[in-house]
């Protein structure tokens, strides 16, 4: 039998819905914390094939969920078009900045980047050998909008405002970044592809930033380039799209994009994206991630709220975000407990 998410991504309706979990590899888990402290720090966990594998497993193990995620990060293929990136304890990622079109020119070519990526891709064909037959095995990239803002911040800022303001400021400057984002994520998804990801996941984390013809020109067009340059290359590989905090953006995003998926976050609720979004097609969400902190009746309420909400469509369990390194394993657990209640 196919599996359960990939029966979702294709539009089937199932009496229960497929689960995992957006950073479910992390820190709220014991095991992953000491497989870290192994790795020495998070890059090195990022670049260790066989140790990102055992952390992409640890939840599976634990937890059973219907797919794994590869474990890497979003800001890797900066550093392979020739970023410098570090991360400094307690305060994130840092990485050179690009404010100008001779910083989008001194990039390496696209070419280039699988030097540096080539133990991600490593950690995939691990995961493709060893996980599951029931469980899929998830590929992902950061979208280029969301990239581009720690490249040319430096790190995470509160509003993006310093891409916002090369945008304004430069826009053929800012274009050119985005475009060079563009084709190096293509090239890396298909990578990850060929080494065994079944599906595909574009996280644009600061989308709900970009208003207007931005969020067209800037969320929307770049997702299209990548989904349509991968379905091309593989046909019937199956794209979720996670434009964080869209609002209205959110309507109609598949068919710009041609994703098979649009991810909601907990700024909607489930009802409003039952209506309006996932009328054309699978959704991913929605459980806001502080339920997996508090647990208790609140949580089973809230899962129970989003799975009805959902129930007439396609859709996959998830979070509205990541899980926070604060979260209970238990209630973890519980979540699970409560979305698959009922099933066969």
Known sequence: MTKTILRALNGEVLPTPPIWMMRQAGRYLPEYRATRAQAGDFLSLCYNPELAAEVTLQPIRRYGFDAAILFADILLLPQA????????????????????????????????????????????????????????????????????????????????????????????????????????????????????????????????????????????????????????????????????????????FARATGADCVAIDNSVTPEWAAEHVQVTGCVQGNLAPHHMVEGGPALDDAARRVVKAFGKGPHIFNLGHGITPEANPDNVQRMIDVVREGAA
């Not at 990548?226 to 964080?244: D, E, Q, S, T, V």
């Open 81 to 252: 078009l020739g970023a410098d990136l570090w991360f400094s304890t307690g305060e994130g990622p840092r990485l050179s900045t690009i404010t100008d079109m001779a910083g989008v020119q001194a990039l390496k070519p696209v070419g280039a980047i699988h030097d540096t990526l080539s133990p991600i891709y490593e950690t995939v064909r691990i995961l493709a050998r060893e996980l599951p037959g029931e469980t899929t095995l998830i590929g992902f990239a950061g979208a280029p909008w969301t990239v581009a803002t720690y490249m040319v911040a430096g790190r995470g800022t509160p509003d993006q405002a310093p891409a916002h303001l090369l945008k304004d400021t430069d826009r053929p400057a800012f274009q050119a970044l985005i475009d060079r984002i563009t084709e190096g994520t293509i090239e890396y998804l298909s990578m990850q592809v060929q080494a065994g990801a079944e599906v595909i996941k574009l996280f644009d984390s600061w989308a709900g930033s970009l208003k207007g013809q931005d969020f067209t020109d800037f969320a929307v067009k770049p997702a299209a380039t990548i989904i349509a340059a991968l379905k091309a290359r593989h046909p019937g590989l199956p794209i979720i799209a996670f434009p964080r905090e869209g609002g209205e953006g959110y309507i109609g």
